[in-house]
């Protein structure tokens, strides 16, 4: 993989100069402010009408995609995108869309990076209902705002600081029944928006885009049916971030642990000297789990140990858990901690047999992007460009760039403009919808006008 990635910086440092445009091209590049509004509109219409298709993702489900709704709106994109005129538009029977905005008005397009961008179009499953009603709030002018009157459910302005900088926008929110699905359908929307923003100002000189929308993110499979080589392109963003301004070149370490509990059961009128009941180990277990390694207690660059789903009865008891650190040592310090949480409820109950399975699930994406710092510099003259302020932060969770890093694209995450994701106080602005997408104007038109981002990167 060092190979791959030597290459690629090569790649970087020879073409940087040649891949320069003339100052005449630069001037006519970047978004029109005084079309704004107008792809605004284009964009949150696209994100309702995504909204509208049920697409939550299903855990423990062999298939990808794990539900039938993420193929109809994968068929939905498919036309869009060749609707709206771009290129090589291919779906796969697993519901990855892939499509390719050519090169346009430059000299030696081949000697400039092929930047690409990337949304899921699964959402979560941790609301259990899939009915989507949008509610479009015009001109918020602040304070609370009220999601169902019957219910009496509203986001409080209190608990949402960023709503004090959306005053005159549009907040889109739900009824309060469903989350709202802009993780990740707002990326979806702007990543379209700005591809056709592109297509129809054919003026403006830029390099190739590769285009991808991806099933199952929020079941962690998006990563695993990707055409890495099909797609091709030099570095990624994946669209997925939340407020506006939002940069994430790293993640967590991350593994999981399966903890089992082994009982014996018996009818419980004659249990005397024979039941061994092994809830009580599993409650024990847990219960000497330290507060502060919790996730409730644990904030910025803290991991935790989260044991988020118990099943069983008497004679067995399985222990479901997510182990998070973003440094790696202190990942592996967590997981030798949970084996010896493990002896410790052994001791205690010599009559149960207690396994503990853990598995890696993905890495830190900070080790590859640490080494392509222009991956970071173009994401934020994009958004300086979009007059917003790039905020670079960890992500305390995974995303699929950390995969596609690790396999060899380098990939950070960029801010959608989604709020309190996974939740039914899901929000997002109309203005922030469309400072995403003159963002990802700014980073392609970048490519072909900011040769020196691309030839500073370390050495690996
Ligand atoms: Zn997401």
Known sequence: MRK???LLIVFFLIHSVSGAQSKENLEQSGFAKKELSEYQKAAVDRFLRYVAID??????VASIPSTPGQMELAKTLKKEAIEIGLSDVRMDSHGYVYTVLPANGVRNPEKIPTIGFISHIDTSSDVEETKIHPKVHENYQGGDITLSEKEGSKIEAAKNPCLKTCIGS??????GTSLL?????SGVAEIMTAMEYLIKHPKIPHGTVKIAFTPDEEVDKGPAGFDLKGFCASFAYTVDGGEDGEI?????NAASAIVSFHGKSSHPGSAKGAMVNCLFAAAHFLDIIPLEQRPENSDERQGFLYPYELNGGTEKVEVKMLIRDFESVQLETKKEFIRNLVKQTQKTFPQV?????????????KTILASFPFVLSCAEEGMKRAEVTPKKMPIR?????????????PCANIFTGTHNEHSREEWIAANSIGKAVETIVNMVCICSEKPEFFGTSGSN
Request: glycine share 10%; no cysteine; aromatic share 12%.
């Open 353 to 365: 047999k207690i396994d503990v399975a853990i598995e890696d699930t993905y890495k830190n994406m």
């Open 170 to 175: 549009a907040i889109i929110t739900t009824d």
């Open 181 to 185: 699905g802009a993780d990740d359908k």
């Open 397 to 409: 969770g995974g995303t699929d760039g950390a995969d596609f890093s690790f396999m060899g694209l």
């Open 4 to 6: 791959i990635y030597f």
């Open 55 to 60: 697409t939550q993702s299903k855990d423990d």
């Open 248 to 252: 994430n070149d790293e993640t967590f």
